[in-house]
């Protein structure tokens, strides 16, 4: 009998990414939405909504395994603890046999009041066998839709405008955050486990950039606006302030300390192959650079 898997965030960057591996694994798919689209490809569209209680039990009914989105990166709020418990709680009581949970990068070593932090606890405090994938910065942030901007600022200016100087970012590619998660929901062996997902390399956003130019065939420059353009993109592209702040403060301490430039081999460890480059990517996500 297949698994049937829940996935949230089913439109974004890693789930529908996920959707079609899980399909091609033999997994039946449930996609959860707060709009959901018509069914299509043998994914069963559902009603969810993290703050909506009475959506949950449909969501879970018949699910062995759940790939959980954490609330606190949909860009709503900054703490969404309490739905996260409601529905761990609602999943361990529905039957789930495997959680595989979407945080950030270096959670693991935020303090407990740290609203991931917490989610992360509460995952790894529950009677639920789940793993923890900690991903990097995306590089799909650099070509498709994002709250930063980036990937029209490429193609519209040739910038490349983040805060973050000279700072080398171990970019992940969501394909690697993809296959792990698939891996993770339909292999044993990783239950217990948590995942620190990077590319092979730390990388400027100035080499970025020299990438990006030499995958587009047009010159892409580097530009720092300073340490606030982080919360003031969000809240142009209109999350609440409390959020924005969150955010901001976020990218800052990763930035000071440090953690953002480890490289890890957790995708290979999970997947058997080498994780994706920056050079790869860009090559692979030239079009979206081109005027």
């Known amino acids: 009998m297949a698994t049937t898997v829940l996935v949230t965030g089913g439109t974004g960057k890693t789930g529908r990414r996920l959707i079609p591996m899980l399909r091609r694994r033999g997994s039946a798919v449930r996609a959860a939405s707060r709009t959901p689209a018509p069914a299509r490809g043998g994914v069963e569209p559902v009603r969810f909504d993290w703050f909506d209680e009475s959506t949950y039990r449909a969501a879970l009914a018949g699910v062995q395994a759940v790939y959980v989105v954490s609330p606190h ?9 309490a739905q996260m418990e409601k529905f761990v709680h609602a999943a361990a009581a529905s039957g789930v046999r495997r959680l595989v949970h979407l945080s950030s990068f270096g959670v693991d070593q935020a303090p407990p009041d740290d609203p991931l932090r917490r989610a992360e606890l509460l995952v790894e405090g529950s009677e639920l066998p789940a793993t923890i994938l900690r991903p990097a910065a995306f590089m799909q942030n650099f070509s498709e839709n994002h709250w930063s901007g980036l990937a029209r600022s490429i193609r519209e200016r040739g910038e490349l405008a983040m805060p973050f100087g000279d700072y080398p970012v171990s970019h992940v590619s969501a394909r690697d955050i993809a296959e792990v998660a698939a891996a993770a929901l339909t292999e044993d062996g990783h ?6 997902l990077t590319g092979p390399e730390a990388i400027t956003f100035a080499e970025a950039a020299a990438h990006i130019s030499a995958a587009a065939g047009r010159h892409v420059r580097y530009v720092d606006p300073g340490p606030d353009a982080i919360r003031d993109a969000l809240l142009g592209s209109g999350a609440p302030a409390e959020f924005a702040a969150y955010v901001s403060e976020t990218f800052r301490f990763a930035i000071t300390s440090g953690v953002m430039k480890a490289v890890t081999g957790d995708v290979s460890a999970a997947t058997g192959r080498p994780a994706t480059s920056f050079a790869e990517f860009a090559a692979d996500a030239a079009g979206a650079w081109i005027p």
């Open 73 to 81: 990166l949909t860009g709503t709020v900054a703490d969404a603890s």
């Open 191 to 196: 239950e217990g486990k948590g995942y620190t």
